[in-house]
């Protein structure tokens, strides 16, 4: 019987994950036992994969354990991988060997290295799959207990390469290395699956299970290994492979041994119910196959106690027939079909892969719920903006339309000669803000804050600049040698976030200068309302009296008009304080949807929560809105009246004039020292963000630099080779110029010449940009 096809084990290179992860925690979780804990968790791994990944299968080692340990291990770091790859997206760079690539002498073997915890996982998942299959492989198939044992690595085998096949392309977002690409295996899938069908009909055997049953498990196994011999035939690249070039006559010879099986069983089924010629035509046809593995395929299996069993039933056959039955014999094509029976399947691969796994990452949030919550306070922060900008444009409209008309001074100021008690207490209130020195010092400080944040972005996309350019001159000098992913590539999701910045940045500074021009605007009575009372009074033309007013209807309706408006302003301050104490926890709405569906449909939950949190709250400005516009509108027809019945001369005009500057200069005062102190909580805000962003960049810059040394020595060392033809294949794979001798270990040739670029990896994204009113998001 043919020996059974084991996979070869993929090689990694170490892996720092302490210092960056643990680097992650210390940024992300506040200090106290939850992040000591994620620290030792960190270390964990970092162990676990060492142990993994830095022992092969000893064939030698008799002790079953110790290979369920190698197993386990492997299977507790894809779970730990799995976990871990939800919480955070981290610029780590895995480089794994081509595990049927034996490299040549000058160019080494093709080796792919990414920035990403999902190709991580499918290299882990492949070797996890590649070990169950030497397990298998080596199990005393003369036991009951290894027969059993077999069936269930290559099952498990079988499943995690199928898993592979339909993950590896949306794990790597780029052309993988031909060890892990789908129709590899999808190949190393099928060739599992058969020999785990072909362990049942070894057990079915041991069992004396019956003639019948046994030659439909046979059946099943030789069209399983039929199934695979076409794939590694007939797919683009597998024949050009040196380990698929040794395994298809293998799995050609078991089909023809599973078949000639099947025929060897069908034809006792036939004997039994005295099928004579049926029998002698089943044999013959088995005859025929094993005569064929044993013509071709002779050096890679023995078919002699089979070919010998079925010669002596067909000797024993022909002889009864010809002296006793006389039965025909059928040609083999007019011989009814034996049936098939599948008892194997491949493992599904589902988390968590082990019921005896712990979590090490439990308790840590993970990085899809993170980045939801992102999100979600940017939509929160629009929508408070959103309603509080609404209102307090409305306010503001409601007091300039109140100034224009000069209420409520007009109505204050019908002895035409003292000040309106409004005035003065608009003055005292602006004395008590700090008067002309709070505002200019907050004017002076913006530059400053502005100037520092763009230092920090400046500095961040510089290193991105001098690292892309090292790059770019490495890879002209070097050129097909310096096969690594471009830096630019890399780097297009932090230009873009950078980018970002700048663009928010230039509309602050926008915003800046349209605080600061309202403020020369209104700058000389701002410092009029800031002088003794006496000063002011004196500034303030006087008028004749109009005291025949005092008394008059109208003055008593718009002072009620007045004084509902006021009413409506105070509710709306009410109400804005209300609207930004809301609170919800979205957390854990959004990890339960992770844990049912397995993704988080973060617009459609945000935008029903927000509904239910702000939809009552809406509801309420824009009643407070339509409340104003009435108010409004019967003001200036009463003001109107009021006009009329009012002394018309210049000295009045002038005099109702300043006042109305005077108002409107209070007005702008609040507004414009409110948008200042949020400018410069913007800027102290963004500073945090750039600075995250900067050790964002610092840390992909770091690894790149020593991804760069690493491949710059092996470099300079194949350069300095003479005649060295192959470039060195490290970081994609390139096509190998010389092909391994025929007597190495079947190992896999490289992929083709140019493989698409790596799409660069995905960004964890960072908390939203600050929002405030008058200053962009």
Not at 188 to 209: C, G, H, P, R, Y
């Amino acid at each position: 019987m043919a020996t059974f096809i084991s996979v070869p084990l993929k090689k990694s290179s170490e892996v720092e994950l302490v210092k960056p992860l643990s680097k992650f925690v210390t940024a992300t979780y506040p200090t106290g036992e939850d992040q000591a804990e994620y620290i030792r968790s960190v270390e964990e791994l970092n162990k676990l994969r060492k142990s993994a990944l830095g022992r092969p299968l000893d064939k030698h080692e008799k002790n079953h354990v110790t290979h369920e340990t190698l197993l386990k291990n492997k299977v507790c770091l894809i779970m730990l991988l799995i976990s871990l790859s939800v919480f955070l997206q981290l610029c780590l760079t895995f480089t794994w060997k081509d595990a049927f690539d034996k490299g040549s002498l000058f160019g080494g073997s093709v080796k792919l290295a990414l920035a990403s915890l999902g190709y991580e996982k499918t290299c882990v998942l492949f070797n996890g799959a590649a070990l169950a299959s030497q397990i298998a492989s080596e199990q005393n198939l003369d036991s009951d207990e290894g027969l059993k044992a077999a069936a269930k690595y290559y099952q498990l085998a079988s499943g995690a390469f199928g898993h592979i096949k339909d993950t590896v392309l949306s794990a790597l977002n780029r052309e993988p290395t031909m060890d892990i690409s789908p129709e590899t295996v999808g190949t190393l899938s099928l060739i599992m699956l058969a020999q785990a069908q072909e362990v049942f009909f070894l057990k079915a055997t041991s069992d004396k299970m019956k003639d019948a049953i046994i030659a439909k498990l046979a059946n099943q196994a030789a069209d399983f290994y039929s199934d695979a011999f076409k794939q590694c035939q007939y797919k683009e690249n597998l024949p050009k492979c040196i380990y698929f070039q040794e395994v298809l006559p293998v799995l050609a010879a078991k089909h023809c041994i599973m078949q000639a099986n099947a025929e060897l069983h069908q034809s006792i089924l036939a004997k039994q119910k005295k099928h004579f010629g049926e029998e002698i035509a089943r044999l013959q046809h088995a005859s025929e196959l094993v005569k064929t593995v044993a013509s071709r395929y002779d050096e890679y299996v023995s078919v002699k106690d089979l070919s010998d069993k079925i010669s002596r039933a067909l000797t024993a056959a022909k002889k009864d027939n010809d002296f006793i039955y006389h039965d025909r014999v059928p040609e083999v094509k007019d011989l009814e079909h034996i049936g098939k029976a599948a008892l194997v399947k491949a493992t599904t691969i589902t988390p968590p892969l082990s019921a005896k796994f712990t979590d090490l990452f439990e308790k840590m949030v993970p990085m899809a719920v993170q980045q939801s919550m992102s999100v979600y306070s940017q939509r929160k922060a629009e929508t408070v903006n959103r309603l509080v900008g609404t209102m307090r444009e409305a306010t503001n409209l409601c007091n300039g339309v109140l100034a224009s008309l000069n209420l409520p001074a007009a109505l204050e100021d019908l002895s035409g000669d003292s000040i309106p008690q409004s005035i003065i207490e608009k003055a005292h209130a602006i004395v008590q803000q700090g008067g002309l020195q709070s505002i200019e010092q907050l004017i002076r400080d913006l530059p400053e804050l502005l100037t520092r944040n763009r230092e920090i972005l400046d500095e961040s996309l510089k290193m991105l600049d001098d690292e892309e350019s090292t790059d770019s001159e490495l890879r002209s000098k070097f050129s097909q040698r310096w096969n690594r992913t471009p830096s630019g590539d890399l780097y297009k999701p932090l230009r873009a976030e950078g980018g970002n910045f700048r663009s928010v940045l230039d509309k602050a500074v926008q915003a800046d200068q349209v605080v600061r021009e309202r403020y020369n605007a209104h700058c000389e009575m701002i410092a009029l309302l800031c002088k003794p009372e006496a000063e002011l009074t004196a500034a303030i033309p006087s008028a004749n009296p109009a005291k025949t007013l005092q008394g008059s209807e109208v003055v008593s309706v718009l002072r009620s008009q007045l004084s509902q408006l006021e009413l409506v302003k105070r509710e709306r301050e009410v109400l804005e304080t209300e609207i930004k104490g809301v609170t919800f926890d979205m957390s854990s709405s959004f990890l339960t949807a992770l844990a049912q569906d397995g993704a988080i449909n973060e617009e459609a939950l945000s935008m029903s929560q927000l509904d239910q949190s702000y939809g009552s709250y809406s509801q309420r400005v824009q009643a407070s809105l339509r409340s104003q516009e009435e108010l409004l509108g019967n003001v200036q027809a009463s003001h109107q009246e009021f006009s009329s019945l009012k002394q018309s001369n210049s000295e009045a005009n002038d005099r109702e004039e300043v006042l109305k500057k005077l108002a409107s200069a209070h007005d702008s005062y609040v507004e414009i020292t409110s948008n200042l102190r949020e400018g410069t909580k913007f800027y102290n805000d963004l500073t945090e963000i750039l600075l995250k962003f900067q050790n964002k960049c610092s840390d992909i810059v770091f690894a790149r630099k020593t991804e760069r040394d690493e491949l710059l020595k092996y470099v300079v060392v194949i350069r300095a080779s003479p005649g060295s033809p192959v470039p060195r294949p490290s970081l994609s794979p390139p096509t190998r110029l010389t092909p391994p001798p025929l007597d190495q270990p079947p190992w896999v040739a490289p992929p083709s010449i140019n493989p698409p670029p790596m799409a660069p990896p995905s960004q964890a994204q960072g908390p939203p940009y600050p929002t405030y009113q008058g200053y962009p998001g």
